[in-house]
């Protein structure tokens, strides 16, 4: 497996967790990332991202671990389709239920043709998945109020349910880009190649290479 070059680390501040992701964004970008959180229940989330070269998601492999529990979901798209593979040990619903909180249900999705308008892909608590489309649509240098409106391929975690959400993503001016999907808004902090800083209610950054 070749190193990363890039390295980032945000402090979640939600709730105790942590994420670091290694990366390569010469030509698009190739990540591996690892979450840690205490909520719902402790987990550790890893993955592996790819994007075409012009930053539209091509591949997101994930594994979730809690205890007596592990899920693995991967997404791969080709001919504009999405294509879903799941798999599942132990009990994660149980842990879940066991510990106050309503089961997750299945993981992946029953019908991926309800992806097919997704360019990229948004993963549950990670800070680094916002820079796709920030990426992908030039929200970078964008004049202020520029918005555009996205179907995401929206990864819950811990759970691992695949589904399409709608985000819109509006340049604010240098280094900020406001984001909402349904009823919530945060307003996020740049870095000049479109990381996340600051994302107010999720995540701090806290170091990078």
Same mark, same amino acid.
């Given at each position: ?115 097919? &308008?997704?360019?990229?892909? #948004? $993963?549950?608590?990670? =800070?680094?998945?916002? *820079? %796709?489309?920030?990426?992908? +649509? ?43 999907? &349904?009823?919530?808004?945060? #307003? $996020?902090?740049?870095? =000049?190649?479109?990381? *996340? %800083?600051?994302?107010?209610? +999720? ?7």
């Amino acid at each position: 497996m070749p190193t990363m070059p890039k390295s980032l680390f945000w402090t979640r501040t939600d709730t105790a967790g942590a994420e670091h992701a290694r990366f390569d964004d010469t030509r698009g970008l190739t990540a591996r990332g690892t979450q840690l959180a205490v909520d719902p229940i402790p987990y550790t989330c890893r993955y592996q991202l790819a994007t075409d070269e012009g930053w539209a998601s091509t591949r997101l492999e994930i594994e979730v671990e809690g205890a007596g529990w592990l899920r693995s979901v991967r997404l791969e798209r080709a001919a504009d389709r999405w294509r879903v593979t799941t798999a599942e040990q132990g009990d994660l619903d149980g842990a879940l239920t066991a510990a106050g909180h309503p089961p997750a249900g299945l993981p992946g999705t029953d019908d991926p043709d309800r992806l097919a &308008d997704a360019l990229d892909i #948004d $993963l549950g608590g990670s =800070a680094l998945f916002n *820079v %796709l489309p920030v990426r992908r +649509l030039g929200l970078i240098d964008a004049p202020p109020d520029t918005a555009r409106r996205i179907t995401v391929a929206w990864v819950l975690v811990p759970g691992l349910q695949v589904v399409p959400a709608e985000q819109v993503y509006t340049a604010l001016g240098p280094g900020r880009v406001r984001f909402a999907s &349904d009823t919530f808004t945060a #307003d $996020l902090e740049l870095d =000049a190649n479109g990381y *996340v %800083l600051h994302y107010p209610g +999720l995540a701090e950054r806290s170091a990078g290479t």
